[in-house]
Structures are given as structure tokens and as C-alpha cells.
């Protein structure tokens, strides 16, 4: 067994190497007629124009490419900037687009082939190096050697795979047109879904769910014995590989619009944006069932299936935030940080990132019904300051990027207004509570330790007090791990759910008469 994981180590290794050596390969030449064909027509004669001394010129890297189009694009745009001439300014980005057209590499060559010796060799070695985790010792999670590991415990290796991860989304985010091979890599995967070429949306959206899937195969086998977690697991990798990735492009294949029908205002925060009323409304019926289907989950599913389950329905269950950070981001729960502080943070950027959402969501559909004739402009603005700081900065960078250094729920903890809002709803109108049995607790701490929300468990544990806290996601790890069964999920009656005098275990709590 441990060859097999020394393999897999080494196949998930050499995946990894392949796909960080991949964007340097090829060279790249524009040509008029592609600038024709990637540039809108408003702009297009323009940009012929401006990128003409590119015509013909072989670029040896996309660094050299990208420098020389930058020049002359940012060369034309501050003359325009500077005479005040706003509305000549090409606000439009064609970096990637020209890009992608103008490679020539061995991966445009040959994409199947590129891409199983990078993410399906890293995907492989990383299934090799799981399945034979955990064989041969008994049920149950243990946090042996968690505090010694330089990868989960802040140790060096976290640090590389984190600062690797971040730079990887900074990258995505804001200059993907240096990944315009790793794009091309998964171009024959998106036309047989969706009929297109792909983006870095598509390419981040296959590794996204692949990596789900592999970790989720070390969850089952973490959490062997325990049907609950198995569930759970499972379920995120359906809804993440079905709802978020095959369905929305399958959508795009037979001219419907690209939806994710499990994502959810605010999470969805541009839902009411004036796009996607249009496209809703264009596309018949279907637009039209998608977006009664988003109102619907807003205002009913969501309080309603909140006051059955918790939040933990969609937060550890439907997710794909959540998916992400369960199975990815397992091995670095135990970093959350329990202390006052951090949960003082917690209550006022996560309910702060809340009321944003909700005043831009506002502003926005009194905009639409009113034809932009109330701080248009403003809007706009607004839409670009949330999508930039809160949709890719704080969800995207922090909220995955930062798995090694602050836990795997940074994004669902201080961020998601989704979280917040459901949160709301399982604080004050629900029936999920954990239930704890105090005089079973031996402090051991494990709870604690275990939970990614940063609750310190044990404090209730120790207390016999019920666990209701908005922030609580209901991933049952903490029961999971408790060597004494103290703790316990549980749907019940509203009555006696917040029990607010602890009962005390202790050597003078019962006493004898003889």
C-alpha cells in the first residue's frame, strides 16, 4: 500500500509540474484577420489600427506577446484618457482572446494529450496516493501528527501550496491571457458540452470539480463507518459535477442560458443584474422558469428548507463553495481561528458583505423598472467595486487561496452573504440544533479542534448546552470525532432548542445521602 501512495505521490507530482510548465510553451503571431474575428465590431477597425505593428511578428513567449500588445493598446487608450475622451476609450480587454488566437504550441496541437499528463496525471496520483489512506487502521478520526505536519499545520510546504494557489487565482482573476495554453488544453472538452470553445471559466470550473472529486475520495475513505459523512461527501461532488459544471454547459449546447440551478442570490450576487433579466426574459420559457425558479429558492427554499435542516441543506450538502472546502480544504479545518476576536470579525464582515449585497441588489432592480433613470452610473460602478473586491478578490483569492494559512471555510466564515443570510434564518426560526450531553465530555478537545467554523464546541460540551449558532454549517464533524458520543445533530421541536442555563458536571454537581 505504501508503494502504491509513493506512485501516486509521484504521478500527482510530475501532473502538477506538467501544468505549471505548460503556459511557457509555444509561440505567437497575430494576424489582421484574427484581430478581425475577436474584437466586437464597434472596435474592430480601431484595433486593426493600433495593433498593426504586430502583424506578422513571431513572439517566442506569451510574456514578450502580452508586453508589446499592452503597449500599444494602453498607448491609445491614455492619449484618449487624457483628452478627457471617454467614450472613445476601449474599455473592453482583447488580451486573452488575441492571445488564444495567435498560440501556436504542442498543446493547441495536441490537447488530450497535454491534458492527461497534467491534470489527469496530478488527478490519478492524487486517487492512487487516497484509496490505501487510512487501510488497516480502526474507524474513527484521529488528529495524530495534525500539529507536526509541515503541510497542515502552517509548515512550509502549506506555505508553498498556498502561496501556489494564490498566485494560480490571481492569475485566473485578472491576467488570463497568460493561460491561454492551459485554456486551449481543455478546448476539445468544451465543445463536445457546450458546442464553444473554452474560457478560464470553463478550464477553472473542470479543475474545480475534479479536484472535489479526488479529495472526495479520501473523505470516504477518512471517514469510513460513518454514513453521514459518506452522504454528504457524495452529495457535493453530484451537485458540484451535475448542478455547477455539466448542466450549465450542456444548457449552452442547445442555446439556453448558462445557469446554475443550485446557486443562489446573494451567493449569485449578479441574479438581478439587467444582463441576466434580459437573458432570462429572451430565452422563453426556459429563461423564464430559471428565473422564478431563483426567486422561488430566495424567498421559500430557503427559509423553509433552513427551518427543517439548518443551513447545513445547502452549506455542507449543495454547495459548491462548501464541496471545496470540505473535501480540498479537509486536512486544514483544524486552523480556523477559535478565539473571541476572530468571531467578532466574523459577525461584522460577513453581515457587513450581506447588507452590500442587498443594498446593490436594490439599487439595481429600482434601476431596471426604472430605465436606469436613478444613479445609473452609480450602479455600474457599484457592480464593478462587488464583483472585483467581494465575487474575485475575497470568494475567489482569500476564499480558497488561503486553505493553508486560515482554514478551509475562510470564504463561508467572514464572507459568503449567502451564509449570512441562511445563518439568520438558523439562528432565530429553525429547528436544528446540535444537542451536546455534558456529563459524557472529557475535554479532550477534539470538537474544537475539528471545527471549521471556529466554535469552540467544547465550551458547550462541557456546559450540556446546545450548540445554536448561525455560523455553524452542520458538517458533523465534530460529532464524527468525539471518542464519547457527547454531541449530536438533530432536527427537533422549536421548544427548549436554546437552552441558556448550563448544566454543570463536576465533583460536587451530585451528591449522595447514606
Known sequence: MKLIQKIGLILFLVGITVFTVLPFLGNYTLTETQVRENTKDIHTEKMIE???????????????????????????????????????????????????????????????????????????????????????????????????????????????????????????????????????????????????????????????????????????????????????????????????????????????????????????????????????????????FMLIWGILLIIIGVPLFTYFFGKRWYCSWVCGCGGLAETVGDPYRQLSDKSLKAWKYERYIIHGVLVLAVGMTLLTIVNYFSGFALLGNVTNQLHSFYGFAIGSVFAGVVGTGFYPFMGNRVWCRFGCPLAAYLGIVQRFKSRFRITTNGGQCISCGNCSTYCEMGIDVRWYAQRGQNIVRSSCVGCGVCSSVCPRGVLKLENGSEEGRINELPIIIGNDSIKLNN
Request: hydrophobic share 45%; charged share 15%; no cysteine.
Open 50 to 288: 493600433i495593433l498593426a505593428p504586430m502583424y506578422g511578428q513571431k513572439y517566442s513567449s506569451n510574456f514578450s506577446f502580452l508586453t508589446d500588445f499592452n503597449k500599444h493598446f494602453n498607448e491609445y487608450n491614455d492619449q484618449l484618457k487624457d483628452q478627457a475622451l471617454w467614450d472613445q476609450v476601449i474599455w473592453d480587454d482583447y488580451s486573452f482572446p488575441l492571445a488564444k488566437t495567435a498560440l501556436a504550441s504542442p498543446v493547441s496541437d495536441n490537447p488530450w494529450l497535454f491534458l492527461f499528463l497534467s491534470v489527469g496525471l496530478a488527478a490519478l496520483g492524487g486517487l492512487l496516493y487516497n484509496l490505501p489512506k487510512y487501510q488497516g487502521e480502526p474507524e474513527g478520526v484521529k488528529n495524530n501528527g495534525v500539529f507536526k505536519s509541515s503541510m497542515k499545520n502552517r509548515g512550509w510546504m502549506g506555505m508553498l501550496t498556498g502561496a501556489y494557489l494564490i498566485l494560480f487565482y490571481v492569475i485566473l482573476y485578472w491576467f488570463p491571457a497568460y493561460l491561454v495554453n492551459l485554456v486551449a488544453m481543455v478546448d476539445p472538452l468544451s465543445v463536445i458540452l457546450s458546442g464553444n470553445p473554452a474560457s478560464q471559466w470553463f478550464l477553472y470550473g473542470f479543475i474545480y470539480t475534479l479536484a472535489i472529486i479526488v479529495m472526495g475520495v479520501r473523505m470516504f475513505r477518512k471517514y469510513r463507518g460513518n454514513k453521514y459523512q459518506q452522504l454528504r461527501t457524495a452529495s457535493v461532488m453530484f451537485f458540484q459535477t451535475a448542478f455547477a459544471f455539466l448542466i450549465p454547459e450542456i444548457l449552452v449546447l442547445f442555446n439556453q442560458p448558462y445557469f446554475d440551478f443550485k446557486n443562489i442570490w446573494p451567493l449569485d450576487y449578479d441574479f438581478f443584474y439587467d444582463y441576466q433579466i434580459d437573458t432570462f426574459l429572451s430565452s422563453g420559457g426556459v429563461g423564464m
